[in-house]
């Protein structure tokens, strides 16, 4: 792990979206361990009062509302006398379900979150990042955003459409001083499984669908007690998200498990009609 002075990184200010638990949550303690002024935020005001009595100066941002977004950005500025180093994009969810029993107001719903609401949040702050002339950005995707995988088609389309966004965004920036990293997540311990069962069951009629039985079977793999092989502790994240803040070349790409190097590297490999196969028999 890198080893920066920590007189130097008090002065370093990071907004990270989606602490109320899983990544965000390990994220904002072990930079704010590491000696970041650290802004954790989270949608719901029991989560920010929370985060507020563990130390944090925490402030409701909900990335489907863009005056939410607006106003944390605002106060974050006025805390740190108009400066911030870094943002940690961290927050999203997934919605599960097949393509044909996705509506336009549910696939919508998911790009407001996971693409709109991160690039909203990134424009408000470039300009900041800009006069200072350095920065770092830093969007969570997945191994999703790399692969697809059956059912899984509102979160791929999503992330697919992060990673082009963000990659286009690296290539714009350069000369600024503001660097820019996507992190690809395997599996990571934290609720992001039961939060996708609920979105399953709020948005999909399962009992009615032709994919029933196929939900049924999501579902009780959301809700078993065993994890799905080759998960890592948030901190694996952590890791990669202390080297994209304070390595002199952050990388483009951050992959996190085993599962992630392994599918990008076959992607590059196989035919597409094999690579179809594996796929569908991981899922």
Known sequence: MLKTPKSLLSNRSVLITGC???IGYCVAHGLKTRGYLVFATARHPKDVAR???EGFPSLVLDLNNSQSIFE???TVLERTDGRLYGLFNNGGYGQPGALEDLTREVLRQQFETNLF???ELTRQVIPTMRAQGEGR???????????????RGAYNASKFALEGLTDTLRLELVGTGISVSLIEPGPITSRFRA???TMLKQNIDTEHSIHHSVYAKMERRFLAEKGVAFTLPPEAVLKKVIHALESPRPQPRYYVTFPTYVLASLKRLLPY???????RYLF
């Not at 009609?273 to 796929?279: N, Q, S």
């Open 195 to 197: 939060n996708a069962n």
């Open 137 to 151: 950005i830093i969007q969570n995707s997945s191994v999703l955003g790399l692969v697809a995988l059956p059912y």
């Open 72 to 74: 944390a950005v605002q």
């Open 51 to 53: 985060l507020q009595q």
């Open 273 to 279: 009609r094999t690579m179809d196969w594996v796929l």
């Open 117 to 119: 609401g991160m690039h």
């Open 20 to 22: 109320s638990s899983g």
